[in-house]
Structures are given as C-alpha cells and as structure tokens.
C-alpha cells in the first residue's frame, strides 16, 4: 500500500518496536521509551507518579479547571484514588481507540502506529509522554489547512459537544498544554488532536509545535517537581472541588488532638473574617432584591409574580422574578411508613468547625 511503513516486530508477546518511535523519535536523542504492553494499570500508575505526564501539565500550568498542582502534587504523593478507579467514559474511551486511530488512518491514506512505550526526557527525566499514536508523512501533505511533514503525534479526546471549550480553531487550554508537553519531551513538530463529539462524526485540530509556550512550560513543571514533589512541600490551594474531595480522604484515621504551628491561628482568624463578610454579603444580596422587588411593584402595581413571569430592565441590567416549584421529599411521612430506613443511604461528609476568639465566630465547612 503506497506511502505506508513497514512494521518490524521484536516480540509478538512483548511489544512491537515500529519505525517511527525506533527510527524517527529515539534516534533524535531526545528521550527514552519504556514498554507499557505487560504493565498492568497499577504499575503503569506508578510508573505516572514518577513524573509529570501530559494530563498533569495543563493543572501545573494553572490551565486546567478540573484539577491544579496541588491536585497533581497529591496524585504524584499516592493520595485520592489515583485512576485506580476508572469512570465508564474513560473506559469505554480507551477501548474505542484503536477503532478511532484505524479509522482516522484508513479515511486519509496514512499509517498511525500504536506507541506502546512511555517516553521521558532525557534532560529532563521527569518529564513523561503517553501518546495514543505516531503519524508519519513521508512527503508534505495539507491537513486542516496546514501543510505537514515528517513525523507527528495524535492524541485522541471524547466530548460532550463543541461548547466544551472547542470552536473551529480553537481547543481548551489544558489540551493544547498536553499536546505540547508531548512534543516537547519527543521532539515532534506537530499533533493532530482528533475529537469525537456526541451526535458528530467528530473533528480533527492540527497543532503545530510552539517553541517559546514549550520553554515556559519545562520552567514551570521543572519548578513544580523540584520545588514541590521532590521536597514533599504542598503548593498552595487553588479552591476546587476536587482539592477537597482528595483532602477529606487522604487519611484513614488522626489523631484526636493536633497541635497546629502558630501561624495557623492566622488563617483561622481570617477565616471568621470571611465568613463574617459572606454572612453580611447575604444579608446586603437579600435587601437589594427586596428593594428591587418594590421598584418592580411600584412600577407595575398589578405585577404578580406567583401567576407570570414578570421581566424588568434597568439600563443594561435585565431583571426576571418568577415563581418556582420545587419538588422535595416528605421525610416525615416516610418514617411514619417505615420506609425511610429502606431508601435511604449513607454518605459521608467532612465537617470543620473553626472557631477564632468568639465562640459566636464558629462556621461550619461542607
């Protein structure tokens, strides 16, 4: 078949070494691959931890709104699940990827070869790439409207729908760091980033390699790892969810009374200090829309918000009062039946109580 590589096999059973890692990626002295084929997911995990991986650098970078460094930090530490749990998407995901590659390989006429390996830096060995596959064109070829050559890289991504950070040109933020990363620990000149959105054949993003965004991106993961992982030194919390989902959980049991040092007293102040000015903010919200309330009412005497919508408008502020039915559940009723036992479930939460000074200062943190 014209313009495609021969692929030559070491093992059947153990990986296949191809030509375009072997020949096109290692020989550049860049990096070193290490098999995946016989790692199970938990060595494959911990072989993870050992360094920075194209998923952790867009929370390294500050780019990533589902995680951040100290989300990565505690990952690399062994805390939270870790993966060892997958979610059906990603499950699912990964099974349709050599489907996806194939495909994407049969539609436009050239080989993308599976890299069974884990690649690293040499210069900089903490530094890990996991590619979902090697592309190369032996002569110039438009993609995209984009003319590449050479050797490549694909990377391949589900989504709920174009509204999930993607446009014609455009690809969320932590993406475009992972793709970079990688190139930046390979060597490679270009990715193609192939999208499968729901309801869609899906869509294919050429993104070419950017050499000053790649020199800010190894400063800043170098001074994460040096800085942070290898001391055992949390960086600070950005405030995600997902950093108190990993925090609540970490240990399994404490100790019934710590002793903090001295300058956590400060946060603790600071803390009542915020919660004294969230409390005010309510209060403050809660006038504001009584009064605006009245505006309405003084404006339109038969408005009634419990049989219409009532819309308003204030300069460029647009106003909309509305009646709302929520729907709960009767507790009552259901223990009086005996059922509530039966439906209900567990879940545990994490409450802290802190109190700085005045016991009335005392909040409660879900």
Known sequence: MKG????????????????????????????????????????WLEARRRGIGGSDAGAVLGMNRYSS??????????????????????????????????????????????APVMFASIKHPFMLANLDGLIWLPEPREIEGKTLEGTGGLEIKTASGRNAGFGEEEIPDSYYAQVQHYMAVTGLSWFLLAVMFEKSDGKIYVV??????????????????????MPGIMPAPSGGEHESEILDGIYPSCSADVILPEETELLCREYAEAAAEEKSAAERKKLIQEKIKIAILEASPEADAGKQKITARAGD???????????????ERLKKAGL???????????????????????????
């Not at 495609?4 to 990626?25: A, G, H, M, N, T």
């Not at 939460?349 to 802190?354: K, N, P, Q």
């Open 4 to 43: 495609l590589v021969q692929v030559r096999w070491i093992s059947p059973f153990f990986f296949c070494k191809r030509v375009i890692y072997d020949e096109k990626i290692l020989k550049n002295g860049l990096c070193t691959a290490i098999p995946t084929a016989e790692m199970s997911r938990s060595e």
């Open 69 to 114: 460094p100290l989300s990565v930090y505690l990952s690399k530490k062994g805390f939270g699940n870790n993966g060892e749990k997958e979610s059906p998407a990603l499950r699912w995901g990964k099974m349709a990827e050599n489907a996806i590659r194939d495909g994407i390989a049969r539609d436009m006429g050239f080989l993308i070869e599976e």
């Open 208 to 229: 070419p390699r950017n050499g000053e965004f790649i020199a800010r991106l190894i400063e800043r993961e170098k001074a994460f790892w040096e800085g942070f992982v």
């Open 317 to 331: 502020a647009k106003i909309s009062w509305t009646k709302q039915i929520r729907k709960s559940v009767d507790t």
């Open 340 to 366: 509530y036992d039966l439906y209900s479930k567990e879940t545990p939460t994490f409450v802290m109580r802190i109190t700085s000074g005045n016991p009335k200062s005392a909040a409660d943190i879900l």
